[in-house]
């Protein structure tokens, strides 16, 4: 194999694992994929990640020509979506020897999928929080407005996020404007007004990261595990500085 | 509220005739000082019913702070507009007929306590806090051009409260803001899903009716609580 067409799979393949990386997919799912795809384009991957970046080599299968890259992995929205298609897209390049360039239109295809309109993410959101308050034991009148603070909070969040505001910020902001919000919840004497208030802020919490991390440590990606947990940590961290203030300003204390 | 009643009676007055003013030089002849001072008087009605109807006359209830504190970020949220010059206060003909009552519903909130058989000063007034919601809601109706997102979801929560209040405390004046809220939600979030970017998923068509389901959902709990 040439040197050029190593280069160009590489090119290829470096984009597809960012993408994915950046989805959040997990690791061991990442490099799996990356490896079928090398294979099926019959070349050799070699997948080093970290939080940030990951280190890619790409050899033909006698080993003489190879290529090394060092790529930023992008941040997208988490994108179960693009997590089922880019497997699928890795099996499909295997099983039906696709070339490059088909592999690339499909590629190309999947990633330029519509996303998801922001007003339909908001209200299902909302929903989905207020589907929480009901599993916790809240009533009718909980759940309302649970429903109406998961939308302020979300709402905020949506629009920090669209100004570049630092992430971690727009989670203490957001947990405390929906927590402050469905604290109206105690002012009209609910039996489960703690409830509207403690799952007001769940849509915050960083479940992909947690579980990624655990993943990727189960898996012996440990150093980019750990780095997942302590992001998730930090995230998990915020939302509790958030809520903190809201409870301080509300019962004066924390319990 | 009487106590409140009583001793702010003739700031009421020069509030209502603020607003009164500034909404007929918004529909009549509306100009960029107009548009400000209106924005301005938000945040002062915000901060007014924050402080002086829950701080000061409230402060006997149990967690008006936190009333207190739901007001003040009303008031940041017309603040924010203030700032970034976000609404527009643009006239809106397709649904100026509905603004216009909705405009006029706080005066109704007397009225309807009168009906009831209440005398001044245990009445409500235009400016208690449901009141002053459903005005902000008429603005932002009769003047949707563009609006101020923030501030009409802190109006659709405080319609929920206003909503429990109505079941929970017996009190039917707040059943405007209610009836009033659920549909306005509705109309803005349709009109903002249909000129957003329609590349995205699901089609807008399918979101209009999930808006309209759960606005209809909401309203058909509260009144299977009520009956």
């Known amino acids: 194999m040439e040197q050029k067409n190593v280069v160009e799979i590489a090119d290829f393949i470096a984009r597809y694992l960012s993408y994915m990386l950046g989805a959040g997919v997990h690791t061991s799912r990442v490099v799996r994929n990356s490896k079928r795809l090398g294979d099926a384009l019959g070349v050799d991957v070699s997948i080093h990640t970290s939080q940030k970046t990951a280190t890619l080599t790409v050899m033909d299968r006698v080993g003489h020509v190879k290529d090394t890259r060092v790529l930023d992995i992008p941040v997208f929205p988490i994108s179960f979506e693009w997590n089922a298609d880019l497997s699928a897209l890795s099996w499909a390049a295997y099983d039906r020897n696709m070339t490059l360039d088909e592999v690339k239109t499909k590629f190309e295809e999947l990633v330029s999928k519509p996303k998801m309109n922001p007003v339909f993410v908001l209200f299902m959101a909302s929903l989905a929080n207020a589907s929480f308050c009901r599993l916790f034991g809240g009533d009718i009148w909980a759940m309302l407005i649970t429903f109406a603070a998961t939308m302020i909070g979300f709402f905020t969040r949506q629009h920090l ?88 300003l509300v019962k004066d204390s924390l319990l | ?87 527009t206060f643009q006239k809106n003909r397709r649904y100026l007929p ?38 902000m809601l008429g603005m932002l109706v009769t003047f949707s051009g563009r609006i101020n997102f923030f501030a009409l979801i802190f109006i659709f929560q405080w319609s929920v409260i206003a909503l429990s209040k109505i079941v929970l405390f017996d009190i039917p004046e707040d059943l405007l803001l209610a009836v009033s809220c659920l549909p306005a939600m509705f109309i803005f979030f349709r009109d903002a899903v249909r000129s957003g970017e329609e590349d995205k998923k699901p089609s807008q068509r399918t979101i209009t009716i999930l808006i309209f389901f759960i606005m209809a959902l909401i309203g058909a709990c509260v009144a299977i609580q009520y009956v």
């Open chain 2, 98 to 135: 509905w603004g216009i009552v909705m405009l006029l519903l706080p005066l109704a909130y007397p009225l309807i306590s009168v009906s009831r058989g209440l005398e001044f000063p245990c009445m409500t007034t235009p400016m208690i806090p449901s009141a002053i919601a459903m005005y």
């Open chain 2, 1 to 87: 509220m009487a106590a409140y009643n009583a001793a702010t009676w003739p700031w009421q007055l020069a509030f209502m005739a603020v607003a009164a003013v500034l909404t007929l030089i918004l529909f009549f002849r509306p100009c960029t000082w107009a548009k400000i001072a209106m924005k301005v008087y938000m945040v002062a009605v915000s901060l007014w019913t924050a402080f002086v109807y829950y701080m000061k006359f409230g402060s006997g209830r149990e967690y008006s702070s936190v009333l207190t504190i739901f007001w003040c970020m009303m008031a940041a949220a017309w603040m924010y507009d203030l700032v970034t010059h976000f609404s």
């Open chain 1, 161 to 248: 996020a669209r100004r570049h505001v630092n992430h971690y910020i727009v989670f203490i902001v957001s947990a405390f404007v929906a927590s402050i919000c469905a604290s109206t919840a105690l002012t009209l004497g609910l039996d489960s007004a703690e409830i509207a208030l403690a799952t007001s802020v769940l849509y915050l919490v960083p479940g992909v990261p947690l579980i990624n991390g655990v993943i990727d440590i189960t898996d012996g990606h440990i150093q980019i595990g750990i780095s997942r947990l302590v992001n998730a940590l930090m995230l998990i961290v915020c939302i509790a500085i958030g809520m903190s203030g809201t409870l301080m």
